[in-house]
């Protein structure tokens, strides 16, 4: 099972929504994870209380960095600048996605950014532990919400907000982190940004058509 959800930070509280699909050809190990897009309607309150600073593995750096890349060359197709890594934000998404993966419940979105950054979460679940899981998919499991998001009416939308944050002028900077459950079978991945997107009214000049 793949879960992903997207938050604007600048709206009010919000409901999780969870729609089914399934993944086939494209999944590693060919397995048959079925996947589910949650866009968030409210979030419920969950502090964030650990302010640890957790220690990166090489494995860590390259799933970073993998995650980087592929944002940029699908920034670049957006006409927009590329995003850089930020330590501190690497940071706190990695403490998120440990808090997530000790929780192993519903993605809920972290409430301490205090409209400073954007939030992107997804997990899998597989039934034996996840060694290969790609920042590449994960990333375009996000943008490939493109399909749903209209130019002509360039609002915030449950079912584009992965898509707009990734793409969103304005960002900067991003983080990410990862952290496993159930004894490897399960991963989540936290990606922030900097400044937010999904910003009320400005969508149409922060989501630009893919013409670059």
Same mark, same amino acid.
């Given at each position: 099972?793949?879960?992903?959800?997207?938050?604007?930070?600048?709206?009010?509280?919000?409901?999780?929504?969870?729609?089914?699909?399934?993944?086939?050809?494209?999944?590693?190990?060919?397995?048959?994870?079925?996947?589910?897009?949650?866009?968030?309607?409210?979030?419920?309150?969950?502090?964030?209380?650990?302010?640890? %600073?957790?220690?990166?593995?090489? &494995?860590?750096?390259?799933?970073?960095? =993998?995650?980087?890349? /592929? @944002?940029?060359?699908? *920034?670049?197709?957006?006409?927009?600048?590329?995003?850089?890594?930020?330590?501190?934000?690497? %940071?706190?998404?990695?403490?998120? &996605?440990?808090?997530?993966?000790?929780? =192993?419940?519903?993605? /809920? @979105?972290?409430?301490? *950014?205090?409209?400073?950054?954007?939030?992107?979460?997804?997990?899998?679940?597989?039934?034996?532990?996840?060694?290969?899981?790609? &920042?590449?998919?994960?990333?375009?499991?996000?943008?490939?919400? /493109?399909?749903?998001?209209?130019?002509?009416?360039?609002?915030?939308?449950?079912?584009?907000?992965?898509?707009?944050?990734?793409?969103?002028?304005?960002?900067?900077?991003?983080?990410?982190?990862?952290?496993?459950?159930?004894?490897?079978?399960?991963?989540?991945?936290?990606?922030?940004?900097?400044?937010?997107?999904?910003?009320?009214?400005?969508?149409?000049?922060?989501?630009?058509?893919?013409?670059?």
């Amino acid at each position: 099972m793949i879960v992903s959800c997207a938050k604007n930070i600048n709206w009010s509280i919000r409901d999780i929504n969870t729609n089914h699909v399934e993944d086939n050809a494209e999944l590693l190990n060919h397995n048959k994870d079925s996947v589910e897009q949650s866009s968030i309607h409210h979030v419920a309150h969950l502090s964030l209380t650990r302010k640890e %600073i957790s220690r990166f593995t090489p &494995a860590h750096r390259t799933f970073q960095n =993998d995650a980087l890349k /592929i @944002h940029n060359i699908l *920034r670049a197709r957006h006409c927009v600048s590329p995003l850089v890594l930020d330590e501190e934000m690497n %940071i706190r998404a990695q403490i998120y &996605a440990e808090h997530l993966a000790e929780k =192993d419940g519903k993605l /809920i @979105h972290s409430t301490d *950014r205090n409209d400073r950054f954007g939030e992107n979460l997804y997990a899998i679940t597989r039934k034996t532990p996840i060694t290969n899981l790609a &920042a590449e998919k994960v990333v375009r499991t996000w943008y490939d919400e /493109i399909q749903f998001y209209d130019y002509n009416k360039p609002v915030y939308n449950a079912s584009t907000g992965h898509f707009t944050q990734i793409v969103w002028r304005e960002s900067k900077i991003l983080g990410v982190g990862y952290a496993s459950a159930r004894k490897g079978a399960k991963m989540f991945v936290v990606a922030q940004y900097g400044p937010a997107g999904n910003h009320r009214f400005k969508f149409s000049t922060n989501v630009l058509k893919p013409e670059c």
